[in-house]
């Protein structure tokens, strides 16, 4: 895995950015993962920039999310694909319909979790994925346990993850516990990976992460060590911990 540690968030999302920009510019027609939670937002709003200011052009890239809350529909305020729309879809010239975020009101998720691996493939697969990690190691909706999904589907949400994403909800009996969450196959089939971290919250899963040497479900951004191609982006805070 390479590292690479910045001073600031703003240089964190920067960094990202202009990996987007290069594999975009490389291939017009690229498979964008994307990933929500709070750290992205950065690289979302100087995507955006770079759109507005120098015609960063995303008309023929499509993007396939990593997840959505069960039980939410797309314009709850709550839900991912709500967060894609106002953070990034919104505000550059991608064609609504070449973007896909997982149906939190499907009827079968596994037949629909699937399709969307299916679709994922069809596409031609994801070119550049983007990750964030969990306080408990998660990636997407992928929880610590003894087994982890290959498959996009049906995950439930660790007491952890349900606390830590209280803060978005009007209270934490209001956070959904269940989610569809690319899995940790579907994932890992990206040809390149970037990992984000932002400040003292993920130190300590990132000392677990780089420290090791090892994987383990009980943290699943560890498989991410066997990935030939993955680029964690950090601050200088979310590093802190490693090599203690
Ligand atoms: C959520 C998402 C993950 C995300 C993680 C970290 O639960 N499912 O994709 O990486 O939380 O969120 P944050 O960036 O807000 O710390």
Redesign the pocket.
Known sequence: MKTIVTKSYDEMSKTAADMFETEIGNNPELVLGL???????GTYKELVRRHIEKGLDFSRTKSFN??EYVGLSGDNPNS?RHFMNEHLFNHINIEKENTHVPDGLTENPEAYGKKYDQMILESGGIGIQL?????NG????NEPDEELPVETGLVE?SEQ?VE??AR?FQSVEHVPTQ?I?MGMGSIMKAEKIII????E??SEVLSELLNRGKVTSRIPATFLLLHPDVTLICDEEAYSGVNR
Do not use: C, Q, R
């Not at 990750?131 to 306080?135: A, C, D, K, V």
């Not at 998660?138 to 909706?141: L, M, P, R, T, V």
């Not at 984000?196 to 400040?199: M, W």
């Open positions: 990933a929500t939670g709070s750290t992205p937002i990593l997840d991912y990750l964030g990690i969990g306080s998660h990636i997407a909706f949400l993850t830590d994403n978005f989610a969450s984000l971290a932002s400040g919250g993920k």
